[in-house]
Nanobody
Framework: QVQLVESGGGLVQAGGSLRLSCAASGRTFSSYAMGWFRQAPGKEREFVAV???????RYADSVKGRFTISRDNAKNTVYLQMNSLNLEDTAVCYC?????????????????WGQGTQVTVSS
């Protein structure tokens, strides 16, 4: 089991930026695919971005060009840089680990989940 802890959420005005971090406890972090998901009130958890063990990335259409996922294997940390935030980005954001190392976009493809961090965008 991998322990994941998100941080960096907060309140930001539309058009602003936030960087989320997710620290992982796994000894073989570099072999995991790491994903970011989010869940707005009353909606299902949805895919945002993923980075594979090799560093390839994939993004949801709604965040392409605005968000960037990256990882620092030396720090066992994955990041999500969020720019040009809008009201629709308001959600609890979760990081997740796939120990098999695949860059999946479905929530069922991940083994471990963090507790989430709130991102609130105001006008």
């Amino acid at each position: 089991q991998v322990q994941l802890v998100e941080s960096g959420g907060g309140l930001v005005q539309a058009g602003g930026s936030l960087r989320l971090s997710c620290a992982a406890s796994g000894r073989t972090f570099s072999s995991y695919a790491m994903g970011w998901f989010r869940q707005a009130p009353g909606k299902e958890r949805e895919f945002v971005a993923v980075i594979s063990r090799s560093g390839s990335t994939r993004y949801a259409d709604s965040v392409k060009g605005r968000f960037t996922i990256s990882r620092d294997n030396a720090k066992n940390t994955v990041y999500l840089q969020m720019n040009s935030l809008n009201l629709e980005d308001t959600a609890v954001c979760y990081c997740a680990a796939d120990r098999a190392g695949f860059a999946q976009i479905g929530v069922t493809g991940y083994d471990d989940w963090g507790q989430g961090t709130q991102v609130t965008v105001s006008s």
